[in-house]
């Protein structure tokens, strides 16, 4: 045997003990072995940094070590690499600089790959491909967590955000059942110092708490005596979490729910009561007087005042380095309850008790994913019955007036109206339940480009005031005609082809050209919303009733067996989009420039990952092309 055969054996026989070569085809390694070089490293010699620009081939360490760390030199040195170990897979993938400083910790031989040879292993070697896709997806991660650095003291409060509730509990819960008498309850209370006992049903579950302010609004002043069993005055019913879940998820369900503590329980399991002044503790911003202030509001001036404070509380969760993901369910779930307020004020000058109506949410606020440059996009849909004609209209027309009032009100609170008139208060989105029914039947049957633009917004439909049986019928009704509708499902499929990702092919990536906007290009039309029209039609093609694009993905992902990391990595992309969004908006606020950014002003991190989350939305429409033959 000749020395280059003895080499590539000792080669092969190398790379097959570590992952992912172990598992990979002897076609895929006979192509990558003749393309490896090896090269030497000196102890402390550093071998890849930021600073050396984009990356030109895959490491693979042979003998020695490699340490790797962030370039902030305050962060945790990481654990070194040792045989058979890659790097940097990311920074290869996008074509850029790596995130992390490598070096030699002592003297080390590592394969090399060139950058073109990598990106072929990858087409020829399933295997490698998904190695590489769940690297590719951590390191996106990893920039996401970088991404919000820019608003200071970010990775403390992101780690203490994501603590779980367990931790959070700080003191064991204080309990009784629902026949326990209320002095009984009170001296359990005074026992264990607590300001909240949780009362549960004859199995364990929470059912109930009773809580200092409880005494003195339903017992104290109402003269009840403390022989009353404490069910007749206990608040139900409650919201309950698991222990595992986050700040971020209790900080997100207090503002959706309105409340201002959650029990922590794993099944019949008391682990204890998180309150508002917890999180509060975390985040140093309390939702309290903002949510009090929206409940509480008598008019729309106070209601404005309440605006104004849900504002400066987004900007400074934002500022504090929350996610994309609870940071918007937040936006919304307060834009929510401002929203349902200001139509309570509203309905306080209408008369619509004979009435069973919806207001529906659409568009952004319908998929929970408002950002701070949101305008109205709303409906309303009623019930019809028998009525004639006449009565019909003469519903229309009240409604139509109330809506009309309301879109104001909202304007009055910040939200614009919307530029294509999509609001309640125009007739065209005032309709009663059948009349939607043939609406929407007309789109499905007659899928015009002005139809399929109605649908991408109508569609998103969320239930927000009112009858909400009425949207869950829409959507039963609207499912079961639009997943057997493949001629409608292929047009909403192409449309949402009409527009690519930005990626340039000699510049990273293109931009507009024509001014005012030249050199920028849109996160939301080139970005967030080729993630978004992708997931509608999933939506619709399986039935899938989250109106949200990650809830869409992750259900479509498990609905075509994709594996789990492959979604993730997607909806990872479109949480970078939303965050990068946030962040312009939060500096330029206003609808004129409220999406647009100029990727050069981009540090070399966020550049990269722009473009990985650019490449997974095309591997999401390569998808959807695939499924719909296109």
Request: aromatic content about 6%.
């Amino acid at each position: 045997m000749t020395t280059p055969d003895l080499l590539r054996d000792a080669t092969r026989e190398f790379l097959r003990r570590h992952a992912p070569f172990d598992r990979m085809t002897d076609d895929a390694l006979a192509f990558a072995i003749p393309r490896l070089t090896l090269a030497y490293f000196a102890r402390d010699r550093e071998i890849l940094s930021p600073a050396t620009g984009p990356v030109t081939h895959l490491y693979i360490v042979h003998r020695g070590r490699v340490g790797a760390r962030v370039a902030d030199p305050r962060a945790e040195p990481e654990p070194t690499l040792g045989p058979g170990e890659c790097f940097s897979v990311g920074a290869l993938s996008a074509g850029g600089a790596p995130t992390r400083r490598y070096h030699a910790a002592e003297d080390t031989f590592c394969y090399l790959l060139p950058r073109d040879d990598f990106l072929e292993l990858r087409r020829r070697s399933p295997e490698f491909e998904r190695f590489c896709a769940e690297r590719t997806t951590e390191t996106l991660k990893q920039s996401l967590a970088q991404l919000a650095t820019h608003f200071g003291q970010r990775a403390a409060e992101q780690q203490r955000l994501g603590r779980t509730l367990r931790e959070l509990v700080r003191r064991p819960p204080v309990s009784c059942t629902t026949d326990t008498p209320i002095a009984d309850a009170l001296r359990r209370m005074n026992d264990g110092r607590v300001r909240t006992i949780v009362v549960q049903d004859k199995a364990g579950k929470p059912v109930g708490m009773f809580t200092l302010v409880d005494l003195v609004r339903r017992v104290v002043l109402r003269e009840r005596p403390l022989s009353d069993a404490i069910a007749s005055v206990m608040t139900t019913p409650v919201v309950t979490l698991p222990s595992t879940a986050t700040a971020h998820d209790a900080m997100g369900t207090m503002a959706e729910r309105g409340v201002r503590q959650v029990i922590v329980a794993d099944g019949t399991t008391l682990i204890g009561v998180v309150n508002e002044r917890d999180l509060f503790a975390l985040t140093r911003v309390s939702m309290r007087h903002v949510i009090e202030d929206l409940r509480d509001a008598t008019s729309l001036d106070a209601l404005s005042r309440g605006s104004d404070d849900l504002r400066q509380l987004t900007h400074s969760l934002l500022g504090q380095g929350v996610s994309a993901e609870p940071l918007t369910r937040t936006v919304a779930s307060l834009n929510d309850a401002l929203s349902r307020r200001a139509i309570d004020l509203t309905l306080a000058r209408h008369d619509l008790a004979d009435i069973d109506w919806c207001w529906l949410a659409l568009g952004s606020e319908g998929r929970g994913e408002q950002t701070f440059a949101t305008d109205q996009d709303n409906a309303i849909a009623f019930v019809s019955d028998d009525a004639g004609g006449a009565e019909i209209e003469g519903r229309r027309r009240r409604l139509l007036a109330f809506a009309h009032d309301v879109n104001l009100a909202l304007e009055a609170l910040g939200f614009p109206l919307c530029t294509g008139n999509v609001m309640g208060g125009n007739p065209a989105y005032c309709l009663s339940v059948a009349e939607w029914k043939e609406r929407f039947l007309h789109w499905l049957s007659a899928p015009t480009p002005e139809a399929l633009l109605a649908a991408n917004i109508v569609f998103d439909f969320r239930p927000l005031y009112g009858d909400t049986t009425l949207a869950d019928g829409l959507r039963t009704w609207l499912f079961s005609y639009s997943r057997e509708n493949k001629v409608f499902l292929r047009l909403m499929a192409q449309n949402a082809l009409q527009s690519g990702p930005p990626l340039g092919v000699i510049r990273a990536f293109v931009t507009d050209e024509n001014a005012p906007h030249r050199g920028t290009l849109d996160l939301k039309v080139r970005g967030t919303r080729l993630f978004v029209d992708a997931a509608r039609v999933f939506a619709l093609a399986d039935g899938i009733a989250d109106t949200g694009t990650a809830g869409r993905l992750r259900a479509a992902g498990r609905g075509m067996q994709v594996e789990p990391r492959l979604v993730e990595a997607a909806v990872d992309a479109f949480h970078f989009l939303q965050l990068l969004r946030l962040r312009v908006q939060d500096h330029a606020p206003g609808h004129g420039a409220a999406n647009r950014i100029d990727p050069e002003t981009l540090n070399e991190v966020d550049q990269r990952m722009l473009k990985e989350a650019f490449r997974q939305a095309r591997k999401l429409q390569e998808r959807l092309a695939h499924n719909y033959q296109l």
